[in-house]
C-alpha cells in the first residue's frame, strides 16, 4: 500500500511539473482592455521552421460590457500584411489560440495587435492602442 502511495504521489509531482514547464514556455504576459472589452493572455514567437516562425497568441477574449450589445475582436497585423480579425461572442468569453505569420518568409519578425468593441457600422469602433512587437 505504500510503495503504491508513494508511485500516485511520485505521477503526481512528474506531471505537475511537466505542466509548470510547459506554462513557462508562454513566457510574455499580454493583457489589453478597452471600454467594451477585455484580453488576457500571453504571446511568444514561434521558432523558426515551427509554426511557419509565427507571432502565436494565446488567452480569453471577454466582452466587458454584456449590457450593451456590441462584440469585441482582437485584431493582429504582420510585416506588410493586412489586419486579421478574431471575433468574439456577445455576452461570453472565448480561449484564442491563434497563429499570425508572414507566408513569404520562415520567421515573422514585426506583428501588431489591438483589442476593440464593434459597435456597428454608423458608430466607430472603440479600441485599445496598437501594441508593437518585435522578433
Known sequence: MRKLAAAVVAAGLF?????AAAADTWGHELNMSTTGAVFRGWYKWEPRLQNRGAFHVRGRLSDGDPGDGHNVYLR???EGYGWVRVKGTQRKTVNIDELFYDGAVLETN???IQLCRDRGSLRPDNCSDLRKFRR
Open 110 to 112: 514585426h506583428a501588431e
Open 76 to 78: 493582429a497585423k504582420v
Open 15 to 19: 506531471f505537475g511539473g511537466m505542466g
